[in-house]
Nanobody, 114 residues
Framework: QVHLVESGGGLVQAGGSLRLSCTTL???????MGWYRQAPGKQRELVAS???????TYADSVKGRFAISRDNAKKTVYLQMNSLKPDDTAVYYC?????????WGQGTQVTVSS
């Protein structure tokens, strides 16, 4: 079985920072890892992802503020979030992909107060 364990969410004031982490447990060859988020009443959207080659993708709304990184040996992905805005408030979900499957974490709440 594959499980994703997330940590690092919480409440922060606008302009503050948070760091999310996610570790993939289980026997899986990971091809890409990333973070998605879902705000109330909205669809889940990609925030950032990184593949095995180290190539990263970011949503336009977070470019220059968020940074994704990955420790392949630990099967862990991090999301450093700086200059947070109230619009960043959402449940953040970790995602791990193999060649055949897609795995999700349980989600961690990030709330940014104005």
């Amino acid at each position: 079985q594959v499980h994703l364990v997330e940590s690092g969410g919480g409440l922060v004031q606008a302009g503050g920072s948070l760091r999310l982490s996610c570790t993939t447990l289980g026997s899986i060859y990971i091809t890409a890892m990333g973070w998605y988020r879902q705000a109330p009443g909205k669809q889940r959207e990609l925030v950032a992802s990184v593949n095995n080659a180290g190539s990263t993708t970011y949503a336009d709304s977070v470019k220059g503020r968020f940074a994704i990184s990955r420790d392949n040996a630990k099967k862990t992905v991090y999301l450093q979030m700086n200059s947070l805005k109230p619009d960043d408030t959402a449940v953040y979900y970790c995602n791990s992909q193999s060649y055949t499957s897609n795995y999700w974490g349980q989600g961690t709440q990030v709330t940014v107060s104005s």
